[in-house]
């Protein structure tokens, strides 16, 4: 790789821009799910909360993952330039 | 009631179908047909063999006994799925570039290609996943014997063991059929691949099916089974805190580092894009799996009697309830869950096996050389069957010795916590390039032995392998080692506890051995080629080529990977170097593409040693360690390259600036030299003119008179004529036309001549000479040098505008030239116009001695022809002119 392509550009286009913060989310959303399934035990704190509740809680927030996971996995669509960009995000 | 006959039919009926799916598959593969084979949703389907028989039955069981605690089964790996840019990403493109074919492949590759990391991986990954196949062996003739008993035909433990066993055989069969078609463990098994899709489908459908019974067939509906699991023991939410994340952790870890998974997520994958999708099916696969499991615990817990093994409420409730379609419906889920996992397990084991150890062993024996006689490609399979049914009847063995208990069902758990011993390294190693192989062996080591020694051991009762007093007291009597309450943390639930103690340990060794040692360079190279794939996903470490012989690889090659294969790859390659023939040089690029070929079938450590035992030994070049060294150098490098640069273009810039300025001028100057010249001539010529009118028509001129007109004419004509003998005089020289006449005299006699020739013998203008120090003899065109003198003195004279000008002459010798200053102490010329002073037509100011701007030119012109130089002497409190002449100018010119 020449130390060209290293060089990150400042300002990049619209698309690319909107694919970096799409990527930024699809890293974030682990971390959120994580926090929402923990949630049910901050309920337990003074009493144990009902099974139905939380069961209920868990599927919608599940559910809220998935289709949140599909929207951003569809907008991370455009591969084709995407080694290119990956390599000027640190490759991360 | 379902007759055991039906079940075993229906049962053949199915596996053949399944047979019959993965031949069609794999056809299809072969003929180039099927693009449907390599969909996304195939993909994510076969990752479901994540959902083994013991989520599949067991997760009821553990929703029965301990409510939604069973949750964080899947929650783990949905977290791990919908996280995917962060680290699945990387491993299936880390595994697509590097040829990996197993989780131990991609460990020891990424440790420089580490025979003994690999070896060390796939024992504990043997000893980790037998129990499980165990385990699902167990489901399987579970299942049987619920249906033997309510069919009063008398099981007994023996019909037991024989269920297993046929199974056991019939898995393996399928597995050494489908999974060992071809040699390159990196090639897909569509046929696998297809039937376990397959069987994804069928375990969903029959658990969704159960549960849709169970709420709306038993229950009556959805408000009714809310209500009935609030009545039920399970109706309140009661987790641990550590249990709930400790659990949630673990399965996220398995779910990377299972050997299992990691050959469906990684090795077969198709298409990184697969990911994609993956990322939010595979979560609602799961979300669907676990949507029943509450009803049906809660459902069962009350209608079925207190003695009923909860584990098998999926498959009980139809069966009480006479539904024996969806009771075999359930069968065959449960059935599909455990095969799927167990082929898939023998997969990815006898890849590990095979080329991490008995291939090794087996070169090693066959005589240091793999060039032997005998086929390697047959050899390889052979050792690839045989770990197959090695592995299976290990499964099998462990059943029968264990005895299939209860002690069994708790070993899902235990070997997730054994592979997740992977997880530091296999995570450092794609994430840091400081992890080194020392690190990664002293971690899993570490933690292998906590697990063994907290949880694995215990697991199998008080007294099989560790003294009841060692559990009770510690090892050696020491109360900190007591294997459930390591360094005194009591009270912790062992499996949080094993989990908590090996994790952390293996990660705290891992890292601080890394930090300690010092890496190989193949280590470092592919330190720097895996945690930066997506910088640069090509090359591996080169080979010195040039060694060895193409001839020997392709005997090597050919019996590794197949005749035509291997021959097609050497003259695709021979091709590609422009040689006719087959045989290509082995040049690195070559050797280097060889060895990843290879090592699909072989595996990295393996494909490696192979080459280098004809190569004679892999060096990393100079380019290779230069890559790795460090990026920031190569930044710095290009940085300051550019610096230089930048400062090279400023100061080019900056001379075209000056140029610029300087044709800008000269252009002014020549456009003021017109229209001066024009003036010029046109005085003289003018008074020319109105003379000779005057004589031509006055008459009667007196004698006085015509002599005055007519010298004023002859006096205008002679400054026209000096005027153009000066134009004239400079074009020759500049022509380099001039004749020149060497002479040799002294400097103070030229001095002399000019003094008097530029008429400077005058009252008003005193020239201050040191005579003794002109007293020097040199050899020149004397004549030519003192027109130069004469026009700096001229000069001196004529613009000096001192109220008593002086001008000093100052001549000395240095080297072989002689220096001549001429000083005067007027205002000089200003700076800006220095440069200019010698160029034609070029003139101060508004000159009031009426020059042409001629004479400086003409000057500097002389003075290259005579070898010299003249130029203005800047900082001398006044206008002076520096002429430096060659003593000998014929010895100048010879010089030049």
């Known amino acids: 790789m020449s130390p060209k392509q290293r060089r990150m550009p400042v300002f990049v286009e619209r698309k690319t821009y909107r694919r970096r913060r799409m990527a930024d989310g699809a890293r974030m959303l682990p971390i959120l799910g994580a926090l929402l399934f923990c949630m049910p035990l901050l309920w337990a704190v003074s009493s144990p909360p009902k099974t139905t509740v939380t069961m209920f809680y868990l599927f919608l927030v599940w559910i809220a993952l998935s289709v949140t996971s599909a929207i951003i996995s569809r907008h991370l669509h455009d591969d084709d330039n995407g080694s290119q960009s990956d390599a000027e995000n640190g490759g991360r | ?896």
């Open chain 2, 1 to 896: 009631m379902a007759s055991l006959n039906v079940l075993v039919l229906v049962c053949l009926i199915y596996v053949i179908f399944l047979f019959a799916v993965a031949f069609a598959a794999d056809r299809a593969a072969l003929h180039g047909r099927g693009a449907w084979l390599r969909s996304p949703i195939v993909y994510t389907l076969s990752l479901s063999i994540y959902c083994t028989a013991w989520t599949f039955y067991g997760a009821v069981g553990f929703a029965a006994r301990s409510g939604l605690e069973y949750v964080t089964i899947y929650l783990g790996p949905t977290l791990v799925m919908i996280g995917w840019w962060w680290t699945l990403r990387k491993m299936v493109r880390i595994g697509r570039s590097q040829r990996i074919t197993s989780i131990a492949d991609l460990i020891s590759s990424r440790y420089g290609k580490s025979n003994s990391l690999a070896v060390f991986v796939t024992v504990l990954a043997v000893i980790g996943t037998t129990p499980y196949i165990a385990l699902q062996l167990q489901s399987v003739t579970l299942s049987f014997s619920i249906f033997a008993e309510t069919d009063m035909i008398s099981g007994g433990p023996s019909s037991q063991q024989s269920t297993a066993f046929w199974v056991a055989s019939g898995l393996a069969v399928f597995t050494i059929l489908f999974g060992t078609r071809n040699l390159d463990a990196n090639e897909r098994h569509h046929g696998v691949v297809m039937a376990i899709a397959l069987e994804a489908v069928v375990k969903l459908f029959a658990l969704l099916a159960v549960g849709v019974f169970v709420v709306w067939g038993l229950s009556g509906g959805v408000a009714e089974t809310l209500a009935q699991i609030d009545a039920s023991p399970i109706s309140q939410f009661e987790v641990t805190n550590s249990r709930w994340i400790g659990l949630t952790m673990l399965s996220a870890a398995a779910f990377i580092c299972l050997p299992r998974m990691f050959q469906v997520m990684v090795v077969e994958n198709e298409d990184e894009g697969h990911l994609r999708t993956a990322s939010w099916a595979f979560p609602a696969y799961l979300m669907a799996m676990s949507l029943f499991v509450v009803p049906i615990a809660a459902v069962g817990l009350e209608r079925l009697p207190a003695d009923a093994n909860p584990d098998l409420f999926v498959l009980t409730l139809p069966l009480q309830e006479g539904r024996d379609g969806l009771a075999i419906l359930s069968f065959l889920g449960g059935f599909s869950s455990a095969t799927s996992m167990v082929i898939v397990a023998a997969i990815a084991l006898s890849t590990m096996v095979s080329n991490h150890i008995v291939m090794p062993i087996w070169l090693w024996m066959s005589g240091e050389s793999a060039m032997v006689s005998g086929d390697v490609r047959s050899v390889a399979l052979l050792a690839r069957r045989l770990s197959i049914a090695g592995i299976v009847f290990l499964g099998y063995l462990y059943f029968r010795v264990s005895g299939g208990g209860a002690a069994l069902a708790a070993i899902g758990l235990i070997s997730f916590v054994g592979v997740a011993q992977f997880l530091p390294s296999l995570m450092g190693g794609l994430f840091w390039r400081g992890a080194n192989r020392v690190g990664a062996i002293a971690g899993l080591v570490v933690g292998a032995m906590v697990w063994m020694y907290s949880l694995f051991l215990p697991s199998f009762g008080d007294t099989v392998f560790l003294p009841q007093q060692v559990i009770e007291n510690g090892l050696f009597g020491l109360s900190w080692l007591r294997p459930q309450a390591l360094f005194g943390a009591e009270g912790l639930d062992p499996i949080v506890h094993a989990v908590m103690w090996s994790l952390l340990l293996n990660t705290f060794v891992f890292f601080v051995v890394s930090l300690l040692s010092f890496p190989r360079p193949i280590e470092r190279l592919q330190g720097a080629q895996f945690v930066n794939v997506f910088q640069h996903s090509g090359t591996a470490g080169s080979w010195s080529g040039g060694l060895a012989q193409s001839e020997d690889l392709l005997i090597m090659s050919q019996r590794i990977m197949g005749a035509s294969e291997a021959q097609a790859l050497f003259a695709g390659a021979a091709r590609h170097q422009g040689i006719a023939g087959l045989l290509p040089e082995p040049t690195p690029d070559f050797l280097q593409q060889l060895e990843r070929e290879l090592s699909g079938s072989v595996g990295a450590a393996t494909a490696h040693a192979m080459i280098s035992q004809i190569v004679g030994g892999a060096t990393v070049s100079v380019e290779d360690l230069m890559a790795v060294a460090d990026e920031t150098a190569q930044i710095m490098e290009y940085s300051s390259r550019l610096e230089a640069k930048t400062e090279e273009q400023a100061r080019t810039a900056r001379q075209l600036r000056e140029a610029n300025e300087k044709l800008t001028q000269l252009s002014v100057q020549k456009d003021a030299f017109l229209s001066q010249i024009s003036h010029e001539l046109r005085t003289p010529m003018t008074s020319i003119r109105a003379f000779s009118e005057i004589m031509r028509d006055t008459e009667g001129l007196t004698e006085d008179e015509q002599n005055k007109y007519s010298s004023i004419i002859h006096d205008e004509a002679v400054r026209l004529t000096r005027l153009l003998d000066d134009l004239l005089d400079l074009s020759v020289l500049e022509n380099a036309q001039v004749v020149l006449n060497w002479q040799t005299g002294n400097l103070a006699e030229v001095l002399d001549r000019a003094i008097s020739a530029a008429g400077v013998n005058e009252p008003g203008f005193k020239v201050d000479r040191i005579r003794a120090k002109e007293q020097l003899e040199l050899r020149s065109d004397l004549d030519r040098l003192a027109q130069v003198f004469i026009n700096v003195i001229s000069n001196a004279r004529k613009y000096c505008d001192a109220s008593d000008p002086v001008l000093r002459i100052r001549s000395k010798q240095s080297g072989g030239n002689l220096i001549v200053d001429f000083i005067d102490n007027g205002s000089g010329i200003p700076t800006d116009k220095q440069a200019l002073i010698f160029e034609k037509f070029s003139r101060i100011g508004e000159t009031k001695a009426g020059g042409a701007g001629l004479g400086l030119a003409i000057c500097r012109e002389v003075m290259a022809r005579l070898s010299g130089t003249i130029t203005y002497l800047p900082g001398q409190n006044g206008a002076a002119f520096r002429v430096t002449i060659p003593i000998d100018v014929e010895a100048a010119k010879a010089a030049e």
